[in-house]
């Protein structure tokens, strides 16, 4: 197994050292080119009534210089150059009109009341929620009860701190 591999590996080495080398002996030297040109250019000039070839003219003429002109690493792109927008002014307008906050409406339903010797209870419901509360207490930290009659209920809202009243009773 081991003798494989070597084997494979010295089979790869002389193939690519033959390609390197095999351009250098198939192809014959510039010089040699070069002088059988020369020689053979007056016969077959000569022969078929062209003119003859100088090689003085082409080493005369200067090497054109090919590099190319400006920056090498541009940036380039397809897209269309961006068209700049424009500002314009507009007044602003002092007056805007600013709307008071408002004040919600009672959310709780009376339900009943309970009078016992010190103090009245009520019984509010808001959706599924009953609420029996006092004189002093306060709703889920937005409505606050100020004051409680035989007739009406009245209430703080306290993000404005407005009052509105609920009524409780009848007169009968």
Known sequence: MNTKRVTGWVAFFGVAAALAWLPEYISPSEDADSNEAALAAPAKTASRGALPASDTKAKDTPIKDLSPAGDLFAAKSWKAAPVLATVTEQAINPATVVQAPSLPPVPFQFVGRLHDRSDLQVFLQNGEKIYVVRNGDVIDDTWKITGISDLE??????????????????TQ
């Open 153 to 170: 209920l009245s209430l703080v809202y306290l993000p404005l701190h407005l009052s509105q009243t609920l009524s409780v009773g009848s």
